[in-house]
């Protein structure tokens, strides 16, 4: 069979200008995700930081931002190893994907006694960990793909003080946590303020107290930007525990859509070929 050169050359062209249509959306996509995210960091940083829009919170995490992650990977080892564990990670992949030199790997993160190869564990055992805190701490392998990155961001940002609480702390993401406010000395200490606010229902007027915001009674080391950069640092470092090949996956992605955009018109053109003398 043979192939008309104005037709192959048409061809051609409209496949050029798919291309270029596929790469320009790809492009326009990913801005539109980074303004997005920048916006949300600045309505956050305008509400004060201290929980009064913590139902609107969002993480705005990045797995391929390689600092971040690092910077992660330090806080958990400073204030989450103690309790919890990654039990499906080891210290080496996580060194390895995050280029993390062997050497600092050993001198900042590693506890003593584990090697690379091992997973990391936490050092408390169940049992005592039962008794102080009426539960085991969980695993945090899995979190931020059971939970969602924002709920994480969000109840790390909204601890407050509470007398009633063994703890000496409440949260509003999660009420009645068994989890102490350990990252108090970087965030300071706050309180909830709550207002009445009446509903209307079948049976009259109802009065609840609501939450409404938070006011600060003792400063933390951190300010309420850099508090709120540190928990987002933590939260994308679960984020990339819990799926550690995301970013590779999602690079591949858009190769994998162009070639199937590809793959989709060349079928196109066949079929117009064999059919072409067919009434």
């Known amino acids: 069979m043979l192939i008309n050169p104005m037709r192959t050359n048409k061809a051609r062209v409209a496949l050029r200008r798919l291309l270029v249509v596929a790469v320009a959306e790809c492009v326009l996509v990913t801005g539109a995700a980074a303004l997005l995210g920048t916006a949300h960091a600045a309505e956050e940083g305008a509400g004060g930081g201290l929980g009064s829009n913590w139902k609107t919170s969002h993480a705005n995490t990045d797995v391929q931002d390689k600092a971040s992650l690092q910077r992660g990977a330090r806080n958990f080892v400073s204030y989450c190893l103690g309790c919890h564990s990654l039990k499906y990670q080891r210290w080496s992949r996580m060194a390895q994907d995050l280029e993390i030199p062997e050497s600092l790997l050993e001198k900042d993160l590693l506890p003593a006694g584990d090697k690379p190869a091992h997973y990391i564990l936490t050092s408390m055992p169940a049992a005592d960990a039962e008794t102080w805190f009426g539960k085991t701490p969980p695993d945090l392998s899995l979190i931020a793909r059971s939970r969602g990155k924002d709920y994480l961001y969000r109840f790390l940002t909204t601890f407050y003080i509470d007398p009633a609480r063994p703890t000496g702390a409440n949260n509003l993401q999660l009420p009645a946590t068994a989890m102490p406010a350990v990252l108090s000395e970087l965030e300071g200490v706050k309180r909830a303020i709550y207002k009445n606010e009446e509903t209307h229902g079948a049976n009259g007027n109802t009065t609840e107290q609501v939450f409404d915001h938070f006011e600060q009674i003792a400063p933390g080391r951190l300010s309420t930007a850099e508090y709120a950069a540190f928990v987002r640092d933590t939260v994308n470092f679960l984020d990339y525990v819990g799926e550690p090949?995301?970013?590779?996956?999602?690079?591949?992605?858009?190769?994998?859509?162009?070639?199937l955009l590809v793959f989709t018109w060349l079928a196109w053109l066949m079929k117009k070929e064999y059919w072409k003398d067919v009434d």
Do not use: Y
């Open 245 to 259: 090949t995301q970013a590779a996956r999602r690079s591949l992605g858009i190769w994998v859509v162009l070639f």
